[in-house]
């Protein structure tokens, strides 16, 4: 009976997780028709891509929040790092590899182990505090990382690499130069790699990192010590490696977005907009409405919260009217007396279903 | 040769002296008591023995290593495993998890081969799979195995917590506790499981515990603790009739 029930259980898991990837795939399908049909704006269009970036972005971020249970607010910089990286080696090697697959997936591994770097090197510090303390670290480096980019000049010319922090003219480069990352005006010229299937790609590998992850050997450890790291301590579960396990490769996923994002774009500058503070945020509020540690709810939620503020342009006049009433409304149903009997109310009826079900 | 031995144990907080002087002495396969009034220094002396805290001074013996001031997660794989007064459970893992986070070192494969799903993952997740069930069967928790470890029952977790320890399949064990909270029933119950725990792992037990029914009914040898010091030590019998013990801790 009881192996019966397990054996259930685990195809729950496995078939909860081929629905995950299932949608992706899907949903690619489906905006792949109608792409073709031509039925799909020019704007809705060039948001694919960053889309994809976001989904990565809020999965790689949930291992972090969700699974390790450690409240980071410095994932842009590790994107940052990646987005970097990986546009400066295909700049560098654009004329040497002229195949665009190869390149790009040489960018990507370039960029995706270059955030992991950082990821080690940021970690070790940082995940011996806990809570409060360790967000606002994180935030921290993530804004030293976007800084030290938007200082750094890098120039190739006859003789080799050359780096300054002071701008073009120091780093001397020789007539046959080409400056490569201009301070704060970025990298010009990245070439246009990324495409729609590209991310696609990256998602679903991304989603198998994840999901194979948490459910192993590893991701138990992980979470044990999330939930309690003393008794994590007392069965023999190094605390250490682990944390900083799952912190580095939620780094490297991040890097890896960075790199599809970096060669979507002309220019790439390390804006407070695209690196800083804010996307970070922007991250964190995937992560929380998708469901902390639920998966398949940071994929949704990137995608929903993305195309929505697209799709009701037209009632950009009325926005903050709409945002005072949902505030309005939000705080009379958590408070008011009338509002907690109808939570209770919602609360009760799911509870009687569950045990019905159960 | 003695399983565990501890010689002059002792450490300080600042002025405090938490426990001081503190003498063990636990034969292979014993059930061993170690009791006293509220903050007598009882966890303290659980938390020294696992690492949780380093000693000021006098050392460790288990099983003729020396133990001293190693980190909590070496002793454990020296063989020193616990449970705790205040339950810590995985509390958003399963029940069949919670075990099998105990296996963790002993059925070990790397986290690219689960990543990657190998082969190899299939086969030690299996191993795992059923030696984690053979444990949640000794202690009755088979059904509930695909629960999640906060939705058990308060007797339950406390079990739980028993079979996660065992799971890192120590050779001794250290029980803070374990009838807290628990009604006659319960105790009477788990009075039971202790000790089988003992006669079919052949384990070496550590209890602290308050519920003199429990400790008179299944420990062999006590130590009871005031003040940081031991007040005095021997056969339980004779123990619980000393007039030093029943003055200081069980009352007239």
Redesign the interface.
Known sequence: ???K??VR?LSKTTKSNLITYGMVIVAYIIVEIFLRAGMVSSLIEGLLVPLCVYVILAVSLNLTVGISGELSLGHAGFMCVGAFAGATFSKCLENVITFGILRFTLAIIVGTLCAALFGILVGIPVLRLKGDYLAIVTLAFGEIIKNVVNVIYLGRDSRGFHISIKDTISLGLEDDGEVIIKGAQGITGTPNDSTFLWGIILILITL??VI??I???????I??I???R?????????VTKYKL?AFSVSAALAGTAGVLYAHNLATLTALPKNFGYNMSITILVFVVLGGI?NIRGSVIAAVVLTLLPELLRALNDYRMLIYAVILIATMIFTSSPGGQAIQERIKLFFERRKTKEA | MALLEVKNLGISFGGLRAVDDFNLTIEQGELYGLIGPNGAGKTTIFNLLTGVYKPTDGYIMLDGENITGKKTIEINRHGVARTFQNIRLFNELTVLDNVKAGLHNHHPYSTLTGILRLPKYYRVEKEMNERAMELLKVFGLEQEADYKASNLPYGQQRKLEIARALATDPKLLLLDEPAAGMNPNETQELMKTIRFVRDEFHMTILLIEHDMKLVSGICERLTVLNFGQVLAEGETTEVLNDPKVIAAYLGE
């Not at chain 1, 003393?230 to 190094?238: F, L, Q």
């Open positions: 009976m009881s192996k029930m397990k259980n198998f990192i194979n992850l459910n192993s050997r590893t991701g138990r450890a979470m044990s999330r939930d309690n003393i008794a994590a301590e007392s069965i023999g579960i190094s396990l540690g």
